[in-house]
């Protein structure tokens, strides 16, 4: 069964300064994408990731995959408060192209000014 | 271009009543996949339709069930609801999960209260 991980799962974080959330995941895939989530809120797409060594960046956020180690990573450059919310990292599991994400349990980051 | 729409986004049932939520997806997109969203729990698939065909199903008893029409919209039922089914229902709709076209986009959840 599929596993998948992230750490940490609470941050708090000072603006300017850079972090990194992990995901780690029990089974093969080429599939990961990441998700923000904002309190109340639905899952807002924020990268999809879908070969071995691929990297994504969008303003200061980026992301990237190796699937020989089963891990992705989402490192946060020089936080901003607007970054405030939970990040999930998802594992695409369908077979035969029929979609079904498993996701990790997410990681409330808080950034404080 | 309008996105995932969920509704209603709210809803109060008793125990052992049943409730139907539905989803329409973004215009051209054919798959359809539901999960919920618990506090304990995470979030967790239950089911993906493509072309009105269910395709994958997660690990829920045989009270949920869903179903695509021929224009891609999609309904989740609950029947005999329990107080644990209290969640956060997600739909997501996506143009083609192979190919490389995999983004799976969210709507903004119906949120159930079983009381």
């Known amino acids: 069964e599929l596993k998948v991980e992230q750490n940490p799962l609470f941050l708090s974080m000072q603006e300017e300064k850079n972090y990194t959330i992990y995901c780690n995941y029990s089974?093969?895939?080429?599939?990961l994408y990441w998700y923000r989530q904002d309190p109340g809120k639905s899952l807002e797409s924020l990268f999809v990731?879908?070969?071995?060594?691929a990297v994504k960046q969008e303003g200061r956020l980026m992301a990237s995959l190796d699937t020989k180690a089963r891990l992705s990573t989402l490192h946060i450059t020089a936080a901003v408060h607007d970054l405030s919310a939970t990040y999930f990292c998802?594992?695409?599991?369908?077979?035969?192209?029929?979609?079904?994400?498993?996701f990790g349990q997410g990681t409330r980051l808080t950034i404080n000014p | 271009k309008a996105g995932v729409t969920q509704t209603p986004r709210y809803l109060i049932k008793t125990r052992g009543q049943q409730v139907t939520l539905s989803c329409s997806p973004i215009?051209?997109?054919?798959?359809v996949s539901w999960y919920q969203q618990t506090p304990g729990q995470g979030l967790q698939f239950l089911f993906e339709?493509?072309?009105?065909?269910?395709?994958n199903k997660g690990n829920f008893p045989g009270r949920f069930s869903g179903r695509q029409f021929s224009n891609s919209r999609s309904e989740m039922n609950v029947s005999t609801l329990e107080l644990g089914d209290s969640a956060l229902y997600l739909c997501?709709?996506?143009?083609?999960?192979?190919?490389?076209?995999?983004?799976?986009?969210f709507g903004q959840g119906t949120r159930l209260t079983v009381v």
């Open positions: 215009s051209g997109h054919r798959s």
């Open positions: 997501a709709s996506s143009l083609d999960p192979t190919g490389g076209r995999a983004e799976a986009f």
């Open positions: 339709y493509f072309s009105e065909t269910q395709r």
């Open positions: 998802a594992v695409d599991r369908g077979i035969q192209g029929a979609q079904k994400l498993v």
């Open positions: 990731l879908l070969s071995n060594g």
């Open positions: 089974t093969t895939s080429d599939r």
